[in-house]
T-cell receptor, first 115, second 113 residues
Framework: NAGVMQNPRHLVRRRGQEARLRCSPMKGHSHVYWYRQLPEEGLKFMVYLQKENIIDESGMPKERFSAEFPKEGPSILRIQQVVRGDSAAYFC?????????????FGPGTRLLVL | KQEVTQIPAALSVPEGENLVLNCSFTDSAIYNLQWFRQDPGKGLTSLLLIQSSQREQTSGRLNASLDKSSGRSTLYIAASQPGDSATYLCAGASSGGYQKVTFGIGTKLQVIP
């Protein structure tokens, strides 16, 4: 019973390149949440997705960032034209139904370094 | 809007001491409160999860308590060991139509041999 999987675990990009971060939720989970942890800061909510729908993207920067969770395959957090300030750890979590009482299970994170 | 605060930001103790990490939250209507451990450059390890109907949870040398009325949670670590050195994060789950998890910034613990 695998937990939440994220890949890659570490990603290095040069300024201006694109970064794609993948999150495979726990088996049977159809709700995914992305969080960002900037250096010396706490984890901050970015976006909440169900299969094929974005439910809440209030924490995601309006430009250069996008997220999707297709019917098949992992959820993708995409950062276009990365800048040094995007260097952070990106965590995803999943839950079964998204109900408020349900626990979110966290993945190991992807550490993005922008040179 | 839920806010989670952790005090102290950093703590250094000699090996063998018992210690308490504090977490406070502003919205008492939480569904659960979770304590995580994070090692430098690593992911999150869930330590204890306390549901809103519970008062405490225990796992080995760890004990976490939850007092919703005062908006506080504590993580008690007994007989600390150098291997306990890490950052400890507190996270409160509230409702906003779905479960919203708000993290504290963490307490960085160093246990000195």
């Amino acid at each position: 019973n695998a937990g939440v999987m994220q890949n890659p675990r570490h990603l290095v990009r040069r300024r201006g390149q694109e970064a794609r971060l993948r999150c495979s939720p726990m088996k049977g989970h159809s709700h995914v949440y992305w969080y960002r942890q900037l250096p010396e800061e706490g984890l901050k909510f970015m976006v909440y997705l169900q299969k094929e729908n974005i439910i809440d993207e209030s924490g995601m920067p309006k430009e250069r960032f996008s997220a999707e969770f297709p019917k098949e395959g992992p959820s993708i957090l995409r950062i276009q034209q990365v800048v040094r300030g995007d260097s952070a750890a990106y965590f995803c979590a999943s839950s079964f139904s998204g109900r408020p009482v349900e626990t979110q299970y966290f993945g190991p994170g992807t550490r993005l370094l922008v040179l | 809007k839920q806010e989670v605060t952790q005090i102290p930001a950093a703590l250094s103790v000699p090996e063998g001491e018992n210690l308490v990490l504090n977490c406070s939250f502003t919205d008492s209507a939480i569904y659960n409160l979770q304590w995580f451990r994070q090692d430098p450059g690593k992911g999150l390890t869930s330590l204890l999860l306390i549901q809103s109907s519970q008062r405490e949870q225990t796992s080995g040398r760890l004990n976490a308590s939850l007092d919703k009325s005062s908006g506080r949670s504590t993580l008690y670590i007994a007989a600390s060991q150098p291997g306990d050195s890490a950052t400890y994060l507190c996270a409160g789950a509230s409702s906003g139509g779905y479960q919203k998890v708000t993290f504290g910034i963490g307490t960085k613990l160093q246990v000195i041999p």
